[in-house]
């Protein structure tokens, strides 16, 4: 496997986002039809039921900006960190609010300086300990409740150098030894959707970066094959895919 270094890594992805056709509300995934899908039932399912109650607000790993500009348009008080500085002057060009950069190590707040404290597929990107640190950190910040959107697998595994596929189990353990409870775990209904991802994205040009413009070809065949997949995740249970974990502060 090829060394992942976060920063230089999510720094590369960064500078292939302009080119993409994404556009609108910038996200840090592949633009394709699956990702639009996985996207918009991420900010409807997942997240704004979340935050409902929340108004102060902590993104960890907020990329280019997305959703603390879909929250800020929504009235949340929103601040974002991130590792990557070249996630971070994207972010700070697209939307008005602030940003910080931090490794996760160590979150420069106040204990418990936020109502919520999230991070949406940044913690499957990060090594056991890394993940660890930064969790404990979330917790530290946090006065209410942490809420993780991960990539999970009922089995962990590493599928990618860059991607560790953990079991919910794993995020519950570690939040829990600081503080913290599960109140709610939901995966969403796309495991068919995430093979056939996987399946397309395998056959495309080894070349490409993640983030990168995807072929014309690689779109249509994600598309052909998406009504079908569809069908098959509206009866099968999910077992893999990206999973809301909220944890509310312990007494
Ligand atoms: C897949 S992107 C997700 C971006 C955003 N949360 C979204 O949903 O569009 C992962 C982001 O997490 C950041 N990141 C990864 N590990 C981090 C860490 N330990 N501390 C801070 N940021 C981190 C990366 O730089 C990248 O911007």
Do not use: C
């Amino acid at each position: 496997m090829t060394e992942y270094v976060k920063q230089d890594y999510w720094d590369e992805v960064a500078r292939h986002l302009p080119a993409r056709e994404i556009g609108g509300d910038l996200v840090a995934g592949d633009d394709t039809p699956f990702y639009r899908i996985k996207r918009a039932a991420f900010l409807e399912k997942l997240l704004a039921p979340a935050l409902a109650d929340a108004t102060t607000i902590l993104e960890v790993g907020s990329g280019p900006g997305g959703n603390v500009g879909w929250l800020t348009r929504r009235g949340k008080k929103v601040t974002g960190a991130d590792i990557s500085p070249e996630m971070l002057a994207q972010a700070r060009a697209n939307v008005e609010a602030e940003f910080v950069q931090t490794d996760g190590s160590t979150l420069p707040f106040d204990d418990r300086s936020f109502d919520a404290v999230f991070a949406a597929t940044v913690l499957q990107h990060n090594q056991p300990a890394d993940a660890e640190a930064l969790l404990r950190e979330m917790a530290r910040v946090a006065a209410t409740s942490v809420h993780l959107f991960e990539d999970t697998s009922v089995l962990p595994v590493r599928d990618r150098p860059s991607h560790w596929l953990r079991r919910p189990s794993w995020y519950a353990q570690v939040l829990e030894a600081n503080g913290f409870v599960l109140t709610k775990r939901e995966r969403l209904r796309q495991t068919a959707q995430e093979a056939m991802a996987v399946l397309v994205r395998t056959a495309s040009p080894r070349t490409r970066h993640e983030g990168a413009r995807t072929t014309e070809r690689h779109r249509k065949i994600e598309a052909a094959l998406l009504p079908a997949t569809r069908a098959i995740d509206a009866v099968v249970p999910p077992a893999v895919g990206l999973t809301r974990m909220s944890f509310s502060r312990r007494g």
